[in-house]
């Protein structure tokens, strides 16, 4: 038995059985294993049962895990969110339907079709190259995933070098040009990352080990990537529908405009309408993707933790269509509510920003450098609610709470096992970040060499090449986020589970376990022989 396993049996862990991969850990500079996907679990050990009173309970389904109440948390969210969506499928319908009578629409793939159709406006070309762009963002984040798994310590440390140079890049850029609010702030973020540099490297072994797991997990539960290509379309296309209602708006209620046939068009309408379509569009976004979150931590990740894989006959059946049931019906307004918060905080940012544009447009930098540490602020502010909420959204899957009950407890966890100290070390959302801004410059290069090979009539000046690079950019990265999202909720999962259960870790994955014991004793305390 080597020297790990010994480690291991001594921990309380049953050593692997024959054939279990040899993952690397500490900080042996070990390549990752690439090999086939392992077995997590020990065949001599499952989750602890118990019959209670005669009748049948699993310490799975304690304190209403996987077994929610039959009840509607936070109804009033439920209802505002479903209104403000029917409002803006409502203004939608008016404004592209008046958009497309007066020819919006019009061209088609390639140099022939793109040339037809109005001259003045984006057109049927376009919807064309957005669906070939969000095609290959898909293929370039499944790639880059394979990639990540394969070479994962690799990767982690170049997105961490990555990190740091974009933040000495930025800071430089602004003090060459003179733009010394902004040069300040990420100077000062660029001192914090060259400083943090030595404590985040020490922690990628674990955070590659972690990774590796979430991703083999996934392997055997092709409903993780089920629910992440779903809404993978349904933000690809509520993306491009918010992009040409936007666009039919302008032309329907601008001044002067052939749409515009009454007087009631203005500007001030125009801003108005735009910004309750920016709002409805980053608000449903938002719920969408935190309704997959939910769906897989109440379904494959939540149901592998405690119950272990499904060859062992434990695991509840359809369990991501049970949890996709419970996010979309009744902690949907749960949802819609952490959703909001994030969403005005996201909005709030934007006006501050644009506040900021305008004051150094008017040569007021005072104005400025306040505007812009106001929208840092709130940004970093919209950054932690973002990932607390994350958690959140896990004790609703996996319980059923209210969002303040959800973040009660979070809270609460957080605190009595210390595992912020943990979360706060993972590299895994940087190297999935990362990753997604490489995914989203591939897919702006292939818009731009779009646009010079098909050539189309609305942009023979060029002058919408710079807002379809930008928009193809967006979806590339989003498209990507959203895949890796999957990947992220799987260790947000263990997170929690870790801190609720960690005995269960020690029989579902004792390579990263031990792991965790050897670097955060304080989070596993409890657990015997640890």
């Keep these: 038995m080597s020297e790990w396993n010994r480690d291991q049996w001594a921990a309380g ?4 059985p024959q054939g279990y991969p040899q993952y690397p850990q500490g900080t042996q500079n070990v390549p990752p294993y690439p090999g086939p996907t392992p077995n997590y679990v020990q065949p001599g050990f499952s989750q602890p ?12 389904y304690e304190g209403e895990r996987f077994k929610p109440k039959k009840q509607i948390n936070d109804p009033f969210f439920l209802v505002f969110f479903v209104l403000q969506f029917l409002g803006f499928v409502a203004l939608s319908a008016v404004a592209i339907h008046s958009w497309v009578s007066d ?70 850029y602004y003090w060459i040009t003179k733009y010394y609010s902004g040069a300040i702030i990420f100077t000062i973020i660029a001192l914090f990352s060259i400083l ?26 092709t409903s993780v990537y ?28 601008t001044p002067g405009s052939s749409s515009c046939s009454t007087s009631s068009c203005s500007s001030g309408k125009v801003a108005g ?5 920016t709002f409805s569009f980053l608000w ?33 059946n359809h369990p991501t269509l049970s949890a996709f049931g419970r996010a979309s019906t009744l902690s949907l307004g749960s949802i819609a509510f952490g959703s909001l918060i994030v969403t005005l905080l996201e909005l709030l940012k934007m006006i501050l920003r644009a506040a900021q544009n305008n004051a150094n447009q008017d040569g007021h930098p005072v104005e400025a450098c306040l505007a812009c540490c106001a929208a840092c602020f709130v940004g970093c502010i919209e950054s932690a ?26 809270w609460r966890l957080f605190k009595d096992r210390g595992i912020d100290a943990l979360v706060n070390d993972s590299l895994v959302g940087m190297t999935l970040t990362w990753g997604a801004y490489v995914v989203g410059m591939l897919s702006s290069l292939f818009a731009y060499l779009y646009l010079r090979i098909t050539d189309p009539s609305y942009n023979s000046g060029g002058q919408y090449t710079a807002p379809v690079i930008l928009f193809a950019f967006l979806i590339g990265l989003m498209c990507s986020l959203t895949l890796s999202s999957a990947i992220e909720a799987g260790v947000s999962t263990i997170f929690v589970g870790l801190g609720e259960d960690p005995q269960v870790l020690s029989i579902r994955a004792p390579a990263l376990f031990g792991m965790i014991a050897e670097t955060y004793p304080h989070v596993v305390r409890g657990v015997p022989g640890v």
Aim: a positive charge; hydrophobic letters at 50%.
């Design 385 to 410: 609610v973002e990932y607390f909420n994350r958690y959140a959204y896990i004790e609703i899957a996996l319980y059923g709470k209210s969002y303040i009950g959800a973040s009660k407890d979070t």
């Design 103 to 172: 020819g919006g629409l019009g061209g088609g793939l390639g140099k022939s079709g793109a040339t037809s159709g109005s001259a003045v406006t984006l057109n049927k070309s376009t919807v064309y190259l957005l669906l070939l762009v969000t095609a290959a963002a898909v293929l370039l984040s499944v790639v880059y995933l394979m990639l990540t798994r394969a070479f994962t310590r690799v990767i982690m440390h170049i997105t961490l070098l990555l990190s740091i140079a974009l933040n000495i890049g930025i800071c430089a």
């Design 226 to 253: 089920v629910v992440a290509f779903t809404a993978l379309i349904m933000q690809a296309a509520l993306s491009v529908w918010f992009v040409f209602t936007c666009i039919a708006i302008y032309g329907k209620w």
């Design 49 to 60: 049962q118990t019959n209670n009173g005669g009748g049948e309970y699993k310490q799975s």
């Design 196 to 221: 943090s540099y030595w404590g985040y490297r020490s922690r990628i072994p674990l955070a590659s080990l972690l990774l590796q797991v979430v991703m083999d997990v996934s392997k055997h539960h």
């Design 284 to 316: 449903t976004s938002q719920v969408v993707a935190n309704v997959a979150l939910a769906t897989l931590a109440g379904g494959p990740y939540g149901a592998w933790y405690y119950f272990g894989p499904r060859e062992m006959g434990e695991m509840p």
């Design 13 to 16: 862990a049953a050593p692997p």
């Design 273 to 277: 309408l735009i910004f309750y379509a």
